[in-house]
């Protein structure tokens, strides 16, 4: 793919993800999707665990959204910067069990490492930062 059409597809993750347009984001994902999250020591796979992952952060933050700080493409291979926001109104899973909602609001930063094959996004790791999360939430 070339540099543009790779940074199309990543960037579409963030605007689908801003107007809750959950099968944009499904469909950006190929059949053999790995998404590792580092932060959570975490994997999920293919197109249902693309929509779990996503669906945990809409659900504990409904007005989440995301602000695309920075992004470079190099063929196949896209790294994301971004901060992704919101009021923490319902409940949270993490490996240790769900976090009620505290009504907090949460700024965090993320980066992305996104590479894609035949137009979709193959693998997504994530990091961010827990402790950060959880001092938003007062739990720190």
Same mark, same amino acid.
């Given at each position: 793919?070339?540099?543009?059409?790779?940074?199309? =597809? /990543?960037?579409?993750?963030?605007?689908?993800?801003?107007?809750? *347009?959950?099968?944009?984001? @499904?469909?950006?994902?190929?059949?053999?999707?790995?998404?590792?999250?580092?932060?959570?020591?975490?994997?999920?796979?293919?197109?249902?665990?693309?929509?779990?992952? /996503?669906?945990?952060?809409? =659900?504990?933050?409904?007005?989440?959204? !995301?602000?695309?700080?920075?992004i470079i493409a190099?063929? *196949?291979?896209?790294?994301?910067?971004?901060?992704?926001?919101?009021?923490?109104?319902?409940?949270?899973? #993490?490996?240790?069990?769900? !976090?009620?909602? =505290?009504?907090? #609001?949460?700024? @965090?930063?993320?980066?992305?490492?996104?590479?894609?094959? *035949?137009?979709? !996004?193959? #693998?997504?790791?994530?990091?961010? *930062?827990?402790?950060? @999360?959880?001092?938003?939430?007062? @739990?720190?």
């Open positions: 793919m070339s540099n543009e059409q790779s940074l199309a =597809t /990543v960037r579409a993750v963030y605007d689908a993800f801003n107007i809750g *347009d959950m099968p944009t984001l @499904l469909g950006l994902v190929a059949e053999d999707f790995e998404l590792v999250d580092v932060a959570l020591g975490m994997t999920w796979r293919g197109p249902q665990g693309w929509g779990e992952w /996503v669906q945990n952060w809409a =659900t504990s933050m409904p007005d989440a959204r !995301i602000r695309l700080d920075s190099e063929g *196949d291979i896209v790294v994301t910067e971004h901060t992704g926001g919101g009021t923490h109104t319902g409940p949270l899973g #993490t490996p240790a069990g769900v !976090i009620p909602p =505290t009504g907090k #609001t949460l700024e @965090l930063k993320f980066a992305e490492f996104f590479e894609l094959r *035949d137009g979709k !996004i193959k #693998t997504l790791r994530a990091y961010w *930062d827990t402790g950060t @999360l959880m001092r938003q939430l007062g @739990l720190l």
